[in-house]
């Protein structure tokens, strides 16, 4: 049932690119696939970073009741999950674009691995035919990792977390607090992260698209590092656009 749910449409969603568009090669046919797979889901990424976005503005609220309850957890959350409900916000709206996204991201992994180096005409639909499978991006060899397309990950993870809302609204709060983090322990660990996963996620781009992932799935490392970056730049974009109508409105 996977298999038909998530994986083929996946993989002849990807191989029917190839076949619509015959002059391209397997790295733009990726690019183009990635941007249509994350348009697909920007409905529900965009609630997901507006609900971030609320969340962070009522923190001071949530951060009073945290410590007026501290003594009782059970009333604690009860009380913090009344002040969401009276601000209309769904916390777990992030959880459910997880969990919709885990599938998809197991299923594109072996996508991409079963592009590379043929393809398989016994997982294609009948009304979509072979094409020639043209492993590069703009000249450059995507049959094993790249260092290169490693490195760009990473560049591009750094500017996306760099840009993030979390980034924006944690610099907003210390210039409220005339430069210096908030003493409370809540902003201080929020604070904390933000700076820490800024530099971490890069490291780990780099890492998974070099090392990692080319230790399992050798033939892919270099299509998962172009959908990486495409993700961010997408995600960047995204963030940016939201970011700039909510403060407009």
């Known amino acids: 049932m996977y298999n038909e749910i998530v994986f083929r449409p996946l993989y002849n969603g990807l191989v ?147 840009y993030s809302i979390a980034s924006r609204q944690h610099k907003e709060m210390v210039a409220k607090n005339g430069g210096v983090l908030p003493s409370d322990f809540a902003s201080k660990l929020s604070g904390s992260m933000t700076t820490q996963m800024k530099y971490m996620l890069p490291l780990l781009a780099f890492a998974s698209t070099y090392w990692l992932i080319p230790s399992q799935f050798p033939q892919a490392a270099s299509i998962i590092a172009i959908y990486w970056s495409v993700s961010s730049l997408f995600t960047l974009g995204q963030e940016l656009y939201i970011r700039k109508k909510y403060f407009k409105e």
């Open 16 to 162: 029917g690119i190839m076949d619509v568009l015959p002059w391209v090669d397997v790295g733009v046919a990726v690019i183009i696939f990635t941007v249509i797979i994350r348009l697909i889901l920007f409905p529900l990424s965009k609630s997901a970073l507006l609900t971030q976005v609320r969340m962070k503005e009522i923190e001071p609220e949530a951060n009073k009741i945290k410590a007026q309850y501290s003594k009782d957890r059970q009333l604690q959350a009860a009380k913090v999950m009344e002040l969401y409900k009276t601000k209309n916000i769904k916390p777990f709206s992030g959880v459910l674009l997880l969990i919709i996204q885990l599938p998809i991201l197991i299923a594109l992994i072996s996508v991409f691995y079963k592009i590379s180096p043929a393809i398989h005409p016994e997982l294609l639909y009948s009304f979509v035919h072979v094409p020639v499978v043209t492993l590069t991006l703009l000249g450059l060899n995507i049959s094993g990792k790249s260092i290169i397309l490693s490195l760009v990950t990473a560049i591009i993870q750094f500017f996306q977390m760099h």
